[in-house]
């Protein structure tokens, strides 16, 4: 019994030691310093900065990418371009190519040779380099100068700096200048970007999306979300839009791929590009958030996602045309449930609230009222007077434009659309043009299109919006559609769509066709509803929101330069720019009596298992992967202590939205696993980080590797990468000599 305690208490202090290693922060490569990279020493890498992030030799950078600049991560794993990155990630793509008789989500998609790769519908974006602009882009800024004024003179210095780097260079070329700590820092970003990207293999959706809503933000996790695409460059290895002629890309790097295995405490480091975190958010913030903002959006998602659901189980054709919809907004409906849960449950507002005497203590102390003082002030009465349009923007952008038909209207026919232009100049050549391109629109709108869905849709957010928002914020077509219908907004949608040519795209085409009447649009109630809208939302929401926010941007800058002054050492919130975070292989307890092992295996598939003949059932096991379970068939992947397959595993990453996709590398820089989720204890990370029990929710290897050669018997994939076997045991890493950024530099 002591033997036993003192194990289980020197296991309880080496883990506590791990966390302490382990930083809040998405931290720039190029900002490597010394205090940095002591800790992440301590966390146990073994390489050098240089080999992370190089701008003129080949680094860990040059394995990942920006999928369409930033909404998922990826990474190259094999000299033939191979990628991997999420299922979630590569929705869109299966469900664009799936039909009733080829259904890919349901059935899975493996190319057993280059040929029958399919074009995906996205880029990928490769990082040059990363340069310091701060300088240039506050160039002719002065303490004087109204927020207004200092603004023109940065928007001009920034299109400046974006020209320059981009002279001589093509489409596939990008330049971004990007804010960092609230226009307290700027940084330059050039990317190479290849158009040709094939999808190469996904699992069926009962092991990418196993799980599915139930499992969303959990752990203990059983999901197989990865997928396999392969980047194609020309015969010079150089970007190039989609050509039959086209070449699997030769990268600069690629991840080798470890099959070793994992234990507890191993290093682990998360290259990628999270989207957005709001780490500076102040207490008054978090509270709208809680109060207003996030229950409004869990609100209307919910009732979107019922309305989906509900025809989506009728018909195999609807469930694949609203998959990837359904996907979008059912992932944030629960996050955005989670997260006004947890803000509240970890006291997020209270611990803000120190962090702000904090601040007004330092500056107090040091004699600094003259430049700090404003700061919070400013921030506290913007939020203040900008609370009474939260929740119209919310319905707005949530209820409105969850309608289909409303958002094709702004799309396509809105006064600024070419179409209603070509109309008002009379012009036959232009309106012929105009034409010809709202067809070829409506066809990729209408194949995912259901009216069912849009009718019941849009009767309920009109309802929603006219029910919830202050009638000082209805438009005037929305007032007198509840007055004329009595605020029956199902009885106005059934009749709309009973006659409109909206509809499908067969009457859709036959309207076209016969000759669109400006005259038509400007009576259709749709079109009115949206002009209305949109006018409304400009003058009378964003236009005295954007007044007010004039001080909220100067405060919170004057505030996050403080923090930075007063030695908090916190990386600026993401923006979609390539960030590393770093720690370790790592359990966590969340509650009383309750642990949570850093690692699930096969068998917890197994366990969840639903015994049913609905292949789209959430907890759906395929019968191949049954088979394979039972006689034991994993091939090099089990672990080698029990024999057991590993699934998913943890680790105290900091990551958020964007990383999803995002490759977990060892301390030798190998890829151990992929990212895709956080969990539940810990949704409220993106605005406080949660150093004990905030865990990065990752698929292991080697499961992703069974399931490609056992499972799908695509093991000409496998024999594209560089496997690792076996683990290190003190082997040393070729380095390149060691350089540190002193810390000065990054001040």
């Not at 219908?485 to 076209?512: C, H, I, L, N």
């Not at 006018?535 to 007044?547: E, G, H, K, V, W």
């Amino acid at each position: 019994m002591k033997i036993i305690s003192k194990l289980f208490l020197s296991l309880f202090l080496l883990l506590n030691v791990i966390v302490s290693k382990a930083n809040e922060g998405m931290w720039l490569p190029m900002l490597l310093g010394d205090a940095t990279y002591k800790n992440m020493v301590e966390c146990g890498i073994k390489l050098t900065p240089e080999q992370i992030y190089n701008a003129n030799n080949s680094s860990l950078k040059d394995a990942i990418v920006a999928l369409g600049g930033g909404f998922c991560t990826g990474e190259v794993i094999s000299d033939q371009g191979l990628m991997l990155t999420n299922h979630h990630c590569g929705f869109g793509t299966i469900q664009a190519n799936s039909t009733t008789e080829h259904d890919y989500l349901t059935d899975g998609f493996w190319a057993m040779k280059k040929a029958d790769e399919i074009p995906a519908d996205f880029g990928v974006w490769f990082l040059n380099e990363i340069a310091d602009v701060t300088d240039k882009v506050l160039k002719g800024v002065t303490d004087d100068m109204t927020e207004d004024e200092r603004n023109a003179v940065i928007g001009k210095n920034m299109s400046d700096i974006k020209k320059k780097l981009s002279e001589g260079t093509g489409d596939d070329f990008k330049v971004q200048v990007k804010s960092f700590y609230y226009g307290n820092l700027y940084y330059s970003f050039t990317y190479n970007v290849f158009n040709d990207v094939r999808l190469v293999g996904a699992p069926p959706s009962s092991i990418g999306k196993f799980g599915g809503d139930t499992d969303n933000w959990m752990w203990p996790r059983h999901t197989g979300d990865f997928t396999m695409f392969r980047i194609y460059a020309n015969k010079e290895n150089k970007p190039a839009e989609y050509a039959e002629s086209n070449v699997p890309y030769s990268p600069k790097h690629s991840l080798p791929v470890s099959i070793a295995g994992i234990e507890e405490g191993d290093y682990a480091m998360i290259m990628g590009y999270p989207g957005s975190t709001d780490r500076y958010l102040t207490s008054w913030g978090v509270q709208k958030a809680v109060d207003v903002e996030q229950p409004a959006r869990v609100k209307i998602r919910r009732i979107k996602l019922d309305i989906m659901e509900a025809e989506m189980e009728k018909s195999q054709k609807v469930r694949i045309q609203y998959a990837s919809k359904h996907a979008r907004v059912s992932n944030y409906w629960k996050y955005f449930l989670g997260q006004s849960q947890q803000l509240v449950k970890n006291n997020v507002v209270e611990k803000k609230q120190k962090v702000e005497n904090d601040f007004s203590n330092w500056y107090k102390s040091n004699k600094l009222e003259s430049t700090y003082s404003q700061a919070l002030e400013l921030v506290k009465e913007s939020e203040k007077n900008t609370e009474k349009y939260t929740l119209p923007g919310v319905y707005f952008q949530e209820a409105i434009f969850g309608s289909e038909v409303l958002v094709f209207v702004v799309r396509n026919l809105s006064e600024r659309s070419k179409i209603y232009q070509a109309l008002a100049s009379g012009s036959e050549d232009d309106i012929k043009q105009a034409k010809a391109s709202l067809l070829a629109s409506a066809k990729d709108y209408y194949k995912d299109y259901n009216a069912v869905v849009d009718e019941n849709t849009l009767g309920a957010v009109l309802d929603l919006y006219y029910n919830d928002v202050p009638k000082e914020f209805h438009p005037e077509a929305l007032s007198n559609l509840g007055e004329k219908y009595k605020g029956d907004f199902k009885a106005f949608s059934t009749k709309y769509f009973s006659k409109t040519p909206f509809s499908s795209y067969e009457s859709f085409e036959a309207w076209v066709e016969k000759g669109i009447s400006k005259k038509y649009l400007d009576k259709d109630p749709i079109f009115i509803l949206q002009k209305d809208f949109i006018t409304l939302y400009r003058n009378d929401i964003m236009i005295p929101q954007s007044a007010m926010e004039s001080d909220f941007k100067k405060g919170m800058r004057l505030y996050v330069n403080g923090l930075r002054k007063m030695g908090m050492n916190k990386a600026s919130d993401a923006n979609s720019t390539m960030r590393f975070t770093y720690g370790n292989v790592l359990s966590y307890s969340p509650a009383n009596a309750t642990h949570y092992d850093y690692i699930t295996t096969l068998e917890g598939v197994m366990e969840k298992e639903v015994k049913t003949e609905d292949k789209n059932h959430e907890f759906y096991v395929p019968q191949r992967l049954k088979d394979l379970y039972e006689a034991k068939d994993f091939g090099p992947y089990a672990r080698k202590s029990d024999g057991k397959l590993p699934v998913g595993f943890l680790s105290n990453n900091d990551i958020t939205g964007g990383n999803s996709g995002s490759p977990v590398i060892n301390a030798y820089g190998e890829l151990i696993g992929t990212a895709f989720d956080g969990n539940w204890e810990a949704m409220s990370g993106d605005i406080y980080f949660e150093p004990n029990i905030q865990r990065t929710i990752s698929v292991d290897i080697r499961y992703t590797l069974f399931i490609i050669d056992k499972y799908a018997g695509a093991k000409h994939l496998i024999d594209e990468m560089n496997l690792v076997t076996d683990r290190h045991v003190d082997a040393p890493v070729e380095m390149t000599p060691l350089k540190l950024v002193p810390e000065e530099e990054l001040k």
